[in-house]
């Protein structure tokens, strides 16, 4: 078991640019979630996968933002055009299905800077 | 609507003492409740949680937390703390019938251990 892993570890990025972040879930886990934490706050839920069916998205997902789960294994989540305001913490997690599905197991995180 | 609140921003305690970290959530629904602790710079790891039966439940390293369903809280408690566990603690739920099984976290308590 290698756990989540998620890369790159840090981005530092101009306002503008685009940025692609990439997390691998613990290989069994066919349940994929994205979290984004700011400084002095708890993760919020952004958008959970079963498989490479990305089945809810949170209001907090613009339109700048998408994430793909193409083959049901990594998942990237690509923020577009970035904004200050994007600078935070983007956490991966991973779960089973049913009751033991309710345990998340998260990555060391992606902390993003947008000058 | 889900919410989590952790009253306590941060938590000053000497080396030995006894320590609560408060947690009290709101739901319509029956819930399931966690506790995960974030060292710097890294990310989330599960420290305990309650899924069913016994409404006491126990960490490896010497924390517990109660589920009180009458006060909807879920406090994490050790009787002797050490320099190691200074750290941020998060508390969350994940509502029973929710098929996305997401969390909803609290905004957290630094737990500061002085020697």
């Known amino acids: 078991d290698t756990g989540v892993s998620q890369d790159p570890r840090h981005k530092i990025t101009k306002r503008g640019q685009n940025v692609t972040f990439r997390c691998d879930p613990i290989s069994e886990h066919n349940r994929l979630y994205w979290y984004r934490q700011t400084l002095g706050q708890g993760p919020e839920f952004l958008t959970y996968f079963q498989n490479e069916a990305q089945l809810e998205k949170s209001r907090l997902l613009s339109d700048r933002f998408s994430a793909e789960r193409p083959k049901g294994s990594f998942s990237t989540l690509e923020i577009q055009r970035t904004e200050q305001g994007d600078s935070a913490m983007y956490l991966c997690?991973?779960?089973?299905?049913?009751?033991?599905?309710?345990?998340?197991?998260f990555g060391p995180g992606t902390r993003l800077t947008v000058l | 609507a889900q919410s989590v609140t952790q009253l306590d921003s941060q938590v000053p305690v000497f080396e030995e003492a006894p320590v609560e970290l408060r947690c009290n959530y709101s739901?319509?629904?029956?819930?399931?409740l966690f506790w995960y602790v974030q060292y710097p710079n890294q990310g989330l790891q599960l420290l305990l949680k309650?899924?069913?039966?016994?409404?006491l439940v126990e960490s490896i390293n010497g924390f517990e937390a109660e589920f009180n369903k009458s006060q909807t809280s879920f406090h994490l408690r050790k009787p002797s703390v050490h320099i190691s566990d200074t750290a941020e603690y998060f508390c969350?739920?994940?509502?029973?019938?929710?098929?996305?099984?997401?969390?909803?976290f609290g905004t957290g308590t630094r737990l500061k251990v002085l020697a």
């Open positions: 969350a739920v994940s509502e029973r019938t929710s098929g996305t099984y997401k969390y909803i």
């Open positions: 997690a991973s779960s089973l299905v049913g009751l033991a599905g309710r345990t998340q197991y």
């Open positions: 309650y899924l069913s039966g016994s409404t």
């Open positions: 739901s319509s629904v029956s819930v399931y």
